[in-house]
Every structure is written in C-alpha cells, then in structure tokens.
C-alpha cells in the first residue's frame, strides 16, 4: 500500500513544473485545476473513507455489550436478542475487515500506478511537450473514477454489515430513551409491569388539533401522557412565558385494545396515523393518534404482538413468580358489598370497578 508520504511526492513533483510559455491562458488554468485535483486526490487515493467505517464499526461494537448491559440493569428486558446479535455481529466484523483490508491493499496499488500514468500525462502537457491538455485531462478525469469505483466496490463488501451494526445502535438507543421519558413520566408502572417501547404522539381530540405527548407499550397496557409546553403568556402572538403540561390522558389495559389501523393522511401521506378501538369496559371508546417520528405499521404489529402475548418470547429473563402470583390472584367477590364479579378479566387489567356499590377493587 503507497504511504501518505509517496503520494505527496506526486503532488510535489508536479508542482515544481510551471506551464510553458507556448501555452494558452486558457490551457495554463486547466492545468493548474488539474495539478490541484491531483493533490486533492491523495487521501481518496488510500481509501481512508473505507479505513474509517471499519474504525468506526468497531469502535461501536466495542462499547455495545456494555450499553446492553446497563440497559438491562436498568430494568428494560425485552429485545433478548440483541446479546447475540452483537455476538454475531463481532464475528462478521472480524472475518469481513480482514477481507476488506485485503482488498484495499490491492485496489490502492492499482490506483497508484494509475495515479503515476496522470501525472506524466500531466507533466508532459504542462511542459509543452507532445501529450495535449485534453489528453492529460482524460487521465485525471479516469483516475478520479477509479478512485470512485474502487470506494463503490470496498463498501460494497461491508454494507450490509454496516447496515445492521447501526440497526442494533439504533434498537439500543431506542431503549435508552424509552426508560428516560418513563423516569420523567407523571405515572408509575404497576408490579410486574415492564416497558416496551414508546415514541412522540399527538392525541387527536379534533381532525387537526389535540395534546402533543408521549405514547408508551407495555407488556400490560397502552398509555399516553400529555407532555408538552404551553403558553402562558403572549405579547403580539409570541408566546413570553411558557409552562410544561404533563399528565395522564389514558391507561389502557392491553386486552381492552380490539383492534388497530393504520392510515397515512396529509401531503404526501406524511401523517403516521394509527385509529384505535376499546373495549366497551375501557373509561375511553377509542382514540386517534398522530405518531411523530414512528412507523404507524410497525406500532400496530407491536401492540399486536403484546396483545397475543407473543411478546413474551423476546424477554431476557421471566417475570418474578411471587409477583405474578399477586398479579393472579382474582377476587370473585366484591370485597364491600359482597356482590359476585362478572367481569372479564383481560391482559393489564389491575382494578375493576363493582358494578353494585362502586368500590375499586385492586386484582
């Protein structure tokens, strides 16, 4: 592989050469932009584009097990997968830089000998000799597509790689921030409750209006918060003092969710727009939402799967039994009047309400 050093040396060997006196002004100027394109060529002409993805994939996948790692201590236990598959993923790395490392020897000797063609073709054209300016030009012009080709042909070799490296970054930092919005929320989880996933919403009240906040899944019910600034105060129609609104608008138990669609609306379908219906006991009939920054399908394919229960086979570790047993543990009577419970019991319900004297029960 040429060193930095070597390909300087081009640069600097056709900088000692002025254009010759026989030439136009014209061609002088093309052949001063050319010395200055083939200077510009020397970092592109080691392929560093290519040394810093592989730089910068390992760097990443270094520091994800320990990212995991705390994700968990945190308390987040679903995804189980992305243990192995950063395991995987450091295995590919090995195998495929090795593989790369190899190629870019190569394909950096190769430019060089092309590089060295350009710069004879330009030392000639510059010192009047018999190579015209639109020959040196054409060797200039054919080594920068080399140099394209040639970047092109060794990220071909990691994209996919790179593709799914940054997939797991993204998957981590999604659950990340999905445990920092739930430590500012205005709401606690239940015993046994554990979050899934949550992202940016507008609750719609009107067609075009309603509460901007957050929406959260868990593996027991749907939830969105109201978290957003308003005005308090305003001097021409700019807002110059402002307060955070942040409470609970709904707390659906996962089973009262009967079902979901999704539709895209606005310019271009840019509205991620989910429609949801509840069960006749839920304190809401439905509700619209507006995702911000969320795929509608991949929203409704999730809480389809909490839903099922299916879930349940991406958890790293089980749910503490003594607690699931408390969870259980139905009434069949109304602990105030005495009264036989008649309603269904579903998936995140935790209180029912007597239908006879009014009294909460806790489940």
């Known amino acids: 592989m040429p060193s930095p050093r070597e390909i300087r040396g081009m640069s600097s060997r056709t900088g000692r050469q002025a254009p010759g006196r026989t030439l136009s002004e014209e061609s002088q100027a093309a052949l001063r932009s050319m010395q200055d394109q083939l200077g510009e060529f020397q970092e592109s002409l080691l392929l560093t584009s290519v ?16 990212e995991i790692e705390n994700l968990r201590n945190r308390g987040y236990v679903f995804r189980s997968y992305l243990e192995k598959k950063v395991e995987v993923l450091n295995g590919q790395w090995d195998d495929t830089s090795r593989q790369v490392t190899r190629e870019v020897t190569r394909l950096t000797r190769e430019l060089q000998r092309e590089a060295d063609e350009a710069e004879r073709a330009l030392d000639q054209a510059m010192g009047g000799g018999t190579v015209p300016v639109s020959r040196a030009q054409s060797a200039v012009d054919a080594l920068e597509h080399r140099i394209q080709a040639a970047e092109a042909a060794a990220k071909a070799m990691y994209d996919a790689l790179q593709q799914n490296v940054n997939q797991t970054k993204s998957q981590i930092e999604e659950a990340v921030w999905l445990l920092d919005q739930l430590e500012q929320a205005s709401f606690g989880l239940l015993p046994a409750e554990d979050p899934v996933a949550a992202c940016k919403a507008q609750f719609m009240k009107t067609k075009k209006d309603g509460p901007e906040g957050m929406l959260y899944l868990t593996d027991e019910r749907l939830i969105f918060e109201q978290k957003e600034q308003k005005a308090t105060k305003k001097v021409l129609f700019i807002a110059t003092e402002k307060e955070t609104v942040q409470e609970l608008i709904f707390a659906v138990p996962i089973g009262q969710v009967e079902s979901v669609e999704t539709s895209q609306k606005g310019f271009l379908g840019r509205k991620e727009m989910v429609k949801l219906l509840f069960a006749p006991a839920a304190d809401l009939s439905g509700a619209t939402l507006r995702l911000r920054g969320a795929d509608n399908e991949e929203w409704a394919a999730l809480i389809g799967r909490v839903r099922s229960g299916e879930i349940a086979k991406e958890r790293s570790q089980p749910k503490e039994e003594e607690t699931l047993e408390d969870v259980r543990s139905v009434p069949t009577k109304c602990t105030t009047c005495g009264a036989s ?3 269904e019991i579903v998936r995140g319900m935790r209180e029912i309400t007597c239908e006879y004297c009014g009294s909460l029960i806790r489940l």
């Open 51 to 66: 040394q810093d993805d592989l730089g910068e994939m390992r760097s990443t996948l270094t520091l994800l097990p320990s």
């Open 341 to 343: 419970i008649s309603v």
